[in-house]
């Protein structure tokens, strides 16, 4: 074997570990997403109850948010998870995710956190596209109403 050979192999086999040990890190340091619901359904499977529904009206109607209380962490979470929601399950997305500057052009929108679960609203751009769901002009969950809703999600976070 000629000495240029023996050195592009060498530079092959250097370039398959540092590329596998990439992977591997990014796997492991990789956000994984929370089981989530929407609010109704989150009411019915027994997540939140008829006071937190209120408490939660009650800053969904007068705009009014408590701040946040989680970690960066979580906040990473629940936009992965909503990304996922938005672009499918596939691998790819996590990577696209990983890499992308959509995380930092989502905002949530937080109502607070009930019995380990976290009640948000995540929008903004995600590859450029406005992610907002359908507006109702009056909703009513658990004999609570809510006015201009726009369906916020309940993560599991414990």
């Known amino acids: ?62 705009n009014n948010r408590p701040e946040m209380q989680f970690s960066q962490k979580v906040e990473d979470r629940i936009k992965y998870t909503n990304f996922r929601w938005y672009y499918g399950y596939d691998d790819s997305s996590r990577l696209k995710f990983i890499f992308s500057k959509s995380k930092r052009d989502m905002h949530i929108n937080y109502y607070g956190t009930y019995n380990g679960y976290v009640v948000a609203r995540v929008n903004g751009r995600v590859f450029g596209v406005i992610v907002d769901p359908m507006i109702y002009d009056e909703k009513t969950i658990g004999g609570v109403t809510f006015y201009k809703f726009i369906q916020p999600w309940v993560y599991k976070i414990n």
């Open 1 to 62: 074997m000629t000495k240029k050979a023996k050195r592009i192999i060498s530079i092959v086999i250097v370039s398959i570990i540092l590329v596998s040990s990439a992977l591997l890190i990014i796997s492991c340091n990789a956000v994984k997403e929370y089981e989530y619901k929407n609010l109704e359904d989150a009411y019915e499977a027994g997540w939140i109850t008829e006071d937190d529904l209120r408490t939660i009206a009650d800053y969904w109607n007068n």
